[in-house]
């Protein structure tokens, strides 16, 4: 079977409106043409108010719209959504509630991150996260196992072009949806966006993201409501910090049959032997997108 036939969404490597040819000359004065990825500017409006213009690659538009303002607590869970409306020709997405917002406040407090193409998030990011309390979920090692190895051997923008982050929204050992972005964040946001329209539940998914496991991923991905987030890479001080604080299940660093837990180590279910594991060929390991 297909691995991509696994999932609900894949990454979209046949859009050709995702990448494009270049033609360039190789370390030894040869022509070579390459995919590079595509960026385009997204402009989104919460109902008449414009509230940012995000940098991404232009697939998925309104979940990453939807998903964006989910993050920054623009969109609250008493917020009804009538319509969401795209306009290719003038790059911009207008999400519409059934009660008019305004955040006029919270758009003068700006903080810059330090995370890719959006890379700008609003400096009460930490406001309601004194609240969340995630499940206590188990997670079993074989899922990170098979869910590693399946992520590795999809084929992706990734491995075709390079210069890209991907995050997978998983259920055990199964993954779901798996979006990509120039920025991790966007790419969050997007399953994000996916998640609330579809009306996904939250407490038995595991997020796996190609990017650093920074302070604001783990803000997103609690404030989302998922128990569990995994990654190739590595981690931050801060971002372990809060893991812990609000019960974060935070594995970094899965590389093989390796990985290390720095938050809900007593919720890991060690089911098999990692010398059990299945190995990636060298064809399809790729290096961690977050450095």
Known sequence: MDITEEYLIAPGVSDPRLTRAVTGVD????????????????????????????????????????????????????DEVT???????????????????????????????????????FGDMMEGLED???????????????????????????????????????????????????????????????????????EDKILYTTGRLTSEMVIKTAMMGIPVLASRSGFTAWGVEIAREVGLTLIGRMRGQRFICLSGEERLVRDMDPKDAPVEEKKHRRKSAGS
């Open 27 to 78: 370390q030894n004065g040869d022509t070579s043409e390459i995919a590079v990825v595509e960026e385009r500017p997204l402009t989104i409006f919460l109902n008449s108010q414009e509230i940012v213009t995000a940098m991404t690659i232009g697939d998925y538009p309104e979940y990453l719209a939807l998903g964006f303002l989910r993050n920054q607590r623009m969109l609250r869970d008493e």
């Open 132 to 202: 969340v309390r995630l499940p206590q979920t188990e997670v079993r090692t074989s899922w990170l196992y098979a869910l590693a190895h399946k992520i590795n051997r999809t084929p992706s923008l990734y491995l075709e072009a390079g210069a890209i982050h991907g995050t997978v929204l998983c259920h055990q050992d199964r993954p779901l949806v798996y979006m990509e972005d120039v920025g991790r964040h966007n790419a969050v946001d997007k399953i994000a966006g996916w998640m609330l329209s579809e009306k996904a539940e939250a």
């Open 83 to 121: 319509r969401v409306d795209y306009d290719e020709d003038l790059e911009t997405v207008v999400v519409r509630t059934a009660v008019e917002t305004s955040h006029e406040e919270k758009l003068k407090k700006k903080t810059r991150t330090s995370g890719c193409a959006v890379g700008t998030v």
